[in-house]
């Protein structure tokens, strides 16, 4: 009845509009263009997955667009464009969006955590996706086994690394707007749903402590991080407290902004930025998640002649541990005819990772129970055992005539946490092809 009713609101929207308005007029381009990827990297991480989930985004675009390109309904002031606009968001873009977040949440979040541990502790049986809104409940599911080698720590990572990887993608879809220097309207769900993510799932939590959710990422992971360093206990109240600081991100109501524009005149919205010595500057911060406990980032966007430019600083504290960290992405720095070359660089000084089988194996620890401080499944020398960690990868791209290309990125991480890469000291390979449209 759904479907049926949004063919309706075309129909009429598009029968409706005055004839004169049937050819485009001569404007600016509906949407600007920016480098979009589609590629593969070391077990499909949150970095390769969100690109491959914002190109095929991208393709859909372009191909609506071509479909109306002949008719008023992308330009028309008109109340009946209008009406088409909003029901195009609503009924069309709203479910793709939502089921773009839940494919990064669960295959390139959950699974990628999954597939990064190994098979020797644990593997994905599969994956369960329900029909995303308005068209039905939505929600989704990754199904896996855990082996006696599975620890709480390995728990604390796939449970976080669904939000941990819609984060990823709402990074991504920013760099990107502020390739363009616009922001897509189609895409700003997608972005809020992804930059939300956590805060959502902190929010659904309950509030009695004693009566925890049963297969609830948050709190499987204030399960295992509680297990796991016994010094204090992580609560979801402390969760809910710090995810206010998510409201400082001037994205957030630059989308909500760009949404109603484009219902309005059917174009995308400028992004505001701080003029600094002919560059734009953008601040933010937001809640994450580490094995460690939550962490707070400080983020910064920096933009001169189209080429984006992201650096973070982030830190923690958790159970007597203290853990921080900085980092720079780069992505075309200098450039070299239709070559261009950019840099990725982290580092962290963090508690070590407990990857190591504990004193009981993870079948006879009850998660759910209070830990015993006294007993602690590691002991406290190792709990408090600091590690300094680096990645570091070199970018090339190339951009021929037809707006084509390549992009490879090659480095190396070490051993730690890092959002979106793996936990074990590991080369950083990545191949795309690009598309500049």
């Known amino acids: 009845m759904s479907k049926f009713l949004f ?35 070391i077990n499909m991480s949150p970095y390769a997955g969100g690109e491959d989930v914002l190109f095929a985004h991208r393709c859909i675009e372009r191909i609506e667009g071509w479909l ?63 029909t995303p809104p308005p068209y039905g409940p939505g929600g989704a599911a990754t199904l896996y086994d855990i082996g006696s080698t599975f620890t ?56 009695e402590d004693d009566q925890p959710l049963d297969g609830h990422d948050i709190q499987s992971y204030i399960n295992a991080v509680n297990q796991t360093y016994t010094a204090s206990r992580l609560k979801g109240g402390r969760l809910r407290s710090l995810s206010w600081i998510n409201l400082g991100d001037a994205f957030t109501y630059y989308s909500i902004y760009a949404w109603f524009r484009y219902i309005s005149c059917g174009k995308e919205a400028s992004i505001p930025m701080i003029p600094i010595f002919g560059y734009g500057y953008l601040p933010g911060v937001r809640l994450g998640l580490s094995p460690f406990g939550p962490e707070y980032f400080i983020e910064n966007f920096l933009v001169g002649q189209n080429r984006p430019v992201y650096f973070y600083a982030k830190g923690g504290r958790h159970a007597n541990n203290n853990y921080f960290g900085l980092g720079i992405y780069a992505p075309k720095i200098w450039s070299l005819g239709n070559w261009f070359f950019g840099l990725r660089l982290d580092g962290w000084r963090q508690p070590k990772l407990l990857l190591e089988p504990a004193s009981q194996e993870i079948f006879d620890i009850d998660l759910s129970a209070a830990p015993d401080p006294n007993n602690p499944l590691y002991s406290y020398e190792e709990q408090y055992a600091v590690r300094t960690g680096a990645a570091g990868s070199f970018l090339v791209s190339f951009q ?24 074990k000291a590991l080369p950083v390979v990545r191949l795309y092809y690009t598309l500049f449209f």
């Open 152 to 207: 709480t720590t390995d728990e604390a990572t796939v449970a976080m690394a669904g939000v941990e990887s819609t984060a990823i993608l709402s990074l991504l879809a920013k760099m990107k707007w502020l390739e363009s220097s616009k922001i897509d309207p189609r895409q700003t769900v997608l972005y809020l749903l992804g930059q939300y993510d956590l805060i959502l799932y902190i929010g659904s939590l309950k509030v």
């Open 68 to 130: 109306i390109s002949r008719s008023s309904l992308p330009y028309s002031k008109a109340p009946q464009a209008r009406l088409w606009r909003l029901s195009e968001l609503f009924l069309g873009w709203l479910p793709l969006n939502y089921l773009a977040v839940v494919v990064e949440h669960e295959v390139f979040g959950h699974g990628y955590r999954i597939r990064d541990i190994g098979r020797s502790k644990a593997k994905v049986k599969g994956y369960h996706f329900s």
């Open 400 to 423: 021929g005539a037809g707006h084509s290309g390549f992009e490879t990125e090659l480095g190396y991480k070490a051993q730690g946490f890092l959002p979106g890469y793996s936990l």
């Open 7 to 41: 063919l309706c609101l075309i129909s009429a929207g598009y029968a409706s509009i005055p004839i004169y308005f049937q050819k485009p007029p001569d404007s600016s381009p509906q949407f600007h263009e920016a480098t979009y990827n589609l590629g593969v990297d």
